[in-house]
């Protein structure tokens, strides 16, 4: 196998990912019925019916490999809940693949004209219902990958936007003991005093930034984190230059 085929890692499936595994598994299900669709057509004598079920047929063993097994942007069967339902006890992947080789057999009984054209198309017929049964329920299977990751992705959210409060906190502290001592020094403490407040109006960003994360209501609020008039911080620095 080489570097462009290697299947992607599972250990950390984003959430965009796992929408591309949705779509792909979600077709599967419309491509078993348009396979079995075209196979009667053909049986009718539809000249292009058998050709598309070829198509239709390669376009659906390729994804399901991809499904199952990965290449470079998916991750394969990447959890242990996707990997039961394709080799556990549902046999998940086994279906689908007798599933292929009954329609390849069809197909080729169907272009040779032999008198297994009949039984072959009853079996593919017979399997229709079954194999969009297996197929939804796959595709529920990612959905619910899908909410896992999604959960997983808030809480972290979560921690990260806790974290930063405590940040935030702790260096309201600081500027707010800094413009004291600023304010004990007099006119020796104005600078100092020019960079406390331009602190003060970067950690209203921050707590603003903050609420948008985890989506409070303080964030909605009129005036959550409108900064106070003050000094562009360009401006105060460049004017601090001069003095």
């Known amino acids: ?31 078993s019925q348009r396979i079995v669709l075209q196979m009667v057509l053909a049986a009718q ?32 069967a990447f959890s242990d809940a996707l990997r039961q339902l394709y080799f556990g006890k549902l046999r998940g992947d086994a279906r689908v693949r007798e599933f292929i080789v009954l329609v390849k057999s069809g197909i080729d009984a169907l272009s040779t004209g032999t008198t297994q054209r009949n039984t072959s198309l009853d079996a593919i017929v017979a399997q229709a219902t079954p194999m969009l049964e297996l197929l939804q329920t796959i595709t529920q299977a990612y959905q619910e990958e899908m909410h896992v990751c999604e959960v997983a992705l808030r809480k972290r959210q979560a921690e990260i936007a806790a974290h930063l409060g405590r940040i935030s906190m702790q260096a309201n502290i600081v500027a707010m ?50 900064r106070r008039p003050s000094t562009p911080a360009s401006r105060t620095f460049g004017h601090m230059s001069l003095r």
């Open 1 to 31: 196998m080489n570097a462009s085929s290697t299947p992607a890692s599972g250990a950390d499936v984003s959430v965009e990912t796992i929408g591309e595994l949705i779509n792909l598994s979600g077709r599967q299900r419309m491509l």
């Open 45 to 76: 004598g539809h000249a292009a019916a058998l050709d598309i079920a070829r198509s239709c047929l390669a376009t659906f063993a390729s994804a399901h490999t991809d499904l199952v097994e990965g290449n470079a942007r998916l991750p394969g």
């Open 177 to 226: 003991n800094a413009r004291v001592s600023a304010a004990r020094a007099g006119p020796y403490g104005r600078e100092f005093s020019v960079i406390t407040t331009v602190l003060a109006d970067i950690i209203q960003e921050m707590d603003l930034l903050i609420r948008n994360v985890v989506g409070t209501d303080d964030a909605a609020q009129p005036g959550a984190g409108t």
